[in-house]
């Protein structure tokens, strides 16, 4: 279901604009990057050949769904306008769309149930939105980004 908020201000304007800003630190946009080319686990026995502990992809996947958690937790909190956020943040989708099939292991694995829950709460209404105002695209994003 959407919710209706009332228009972004300057102050999730602001917010926005420093959550791209930490984006662009160049240890994020390394870990960003392999992730968008690389990351495709989808049970724990890739995820833990792909990303070994102690490893630099192992680095790069917990900063990069860590990062993403985090500006999600804003999102469902209301901290962070979410209409606003989802006009520009369609990286947080290639993340949910890449850990969706491992985040019920690693909440079994963890015993965490609130493991990746607010990139999950927020990922689900960004494409509710997305489906809303632009049927097909959803899709079609999960196309390219195989």
């Not at 990057?33 to 690389?38: T, Y």
């Amino acid at each position: 279901m959407t919710r209706h908020f009332p228009p972004p201000t300057h102050d999730d304007a602001r917010l926005l604009l420093q959550l791209y800003d930490m984006r662009r630190e160049p240890r994020l946009r390394d870990a960003r990057r392999w992730f968008a080319a690389s990351f495709r686990a989808k049970t724990l026995d890739e995820l833990s050949k792909l990303c070994p502990p102690g490893s630099e992809e192992n680095a790069s996947y917990r900063m990069v769904t860590s990062y993403w958690e985090l500006v999600a937790s804003f999102i469902t909190s209301g901290v962070l306008h979410q209409e606003l956020f989802f006009q520009n943040g369609r990286e947080l989708l290639l993340c949910w769309t890449r850990v969706r099939d491992l985040a019920p292991h690693l909440r079994a694995q963890n015993k965490n149930p609130l493991e990746w829950k607010n990139l999950e709460t927020a990922a689900n209404a960004y494409i509710e939105w997305w489906n809303t105002n632009a049927p097909d695209a959803y899709k079609a994003f999960c196309e390219r980004i195989k």
